[in-house]
């Protein structure tokens, strides 16, 4: 995968400025606008809790939810999309491709239907079993000896994702009371209207996130090649345990709070490279920053285009439709001219 050299540490450190003050801006249009746009003033008044009216209700128990949400899933995924590709070695490759998300669905369809699931901690518990046993599952499958191939893993996600699709949307059709309950989830919100999902999700997305900081330089080491990773003193099959253990605490969480969101994972780690080059150890800050950015500008566009709500998860979608057609593309052209 050709990389760009890597810029000035002066530009990066301006670029990573950059880029928390947009994620600041984000935050505060995410707590402002939606259908009924809330003055600034009244915004931070209700903070620093100086203001109780309507206003201030909506933002604490309407907005600040699921703009924290929004920080914490869209860091996630970004993360998440970032150990996928330097574990694949595939630059198109999301955390789907393990079939994360297909197992985190799954889980929770069972869950549903079978143990009568109800509450958010029993969302959450049924998503990060489902998405460690499925990211389990595609590794041993993609795993040859005491290595993975990066081709086999693809292969046997797209396969093993396939299979727990088809089997959730069954047990959905067959079950009214789970099909009623999976319907919302589904679709991929942020529209939640408490902190229990918040809290919940936040210690295993910071967990995973700190794991995934220090995976960087191993990581980056195996790009290099398995055999050149243990000479420079990594070890490839701890940091590809490692990756795993990351990718699901980061994807279970973020996919039990919000349900599955697709493309975050694949765009943003690109953007990162194109601005801090291919490292890990200088690319992942910008891809936590950059991601929330994304997936809360995503909510505000679909909270103001429709009278109703357009989920996040489609406008997500919309976006990336193309950014994949795009970046499919360049690594053809790339491949043309190597």
Known sequence: MPTSLSPPPRRQTL?????????????????????????????????????????????????????LLGLLAGAALG????????????????????????????AMVLGVAV?????????????????????????????????????????????VGAVLMGLSAAI??????????????????????????????????????????????????MALGNDLAVSLGSRPLWAQAGAVAAITLLCGASTAAAGPIGFVGLMIPHVSRRLAGPDLRKSLPFTALLAPILLLLSDIVGRLLTPGELRVSIVTAFIGAPALIWLARGQRAAGSAA
Not at 26 to 52: C, F, M, Q
């Open 15 to 67: 670029l990573l400025f950059a880029c928390l003050a947009l994620l600041a801006a984000a935050v505060v249009l995410s707590l402002a606008l939606g259908a009924k746009p809330i003055p600034l003033s009244t915004v931070w008044n209700s903070l620093l809790g100086r203001d109780h009216g309507p206003d201030s209700v909506i933002v604490l128990q309407g907005r600040l939810p699921r703009t």
């Open 172 to 221: 959905t059709l067959l079950d009214p009371i789970a099909f009623n309950r999976m319907r919302y989830w589904n679709a991929g919100t942020l529209d939640v209207r408490d902190m229990a999902a918040v809290g919940l999700a936040a210690p295993a997305i910071l967990a995973g996130g700190l794991l995934a900081l220090l995976l960087a330089r191993p990581l980056g080491a």
């Open 79 to 106: 993360l998440a999309g970032a150990l996928t590709q330097a574990l694949t070695r595939n630059p198109l490759a999301d955390p789907g491709v393990l079939g994360v998300n297909a197992g985190a669905s799954f």
């Open 115 to 159: 143990l009568a699931v109800d509450s958010p901690q029993g969302y959450m518990g049924c998503a990060a079993a489902g998405a460690l046993a499925a990211t389990l599952l595609v590794y041993a499958v993609g795993a040859r000896g005491r290595r993975a191939d990066p081709l086999r893993i693809v292969l046997a996600g797209v396969a």
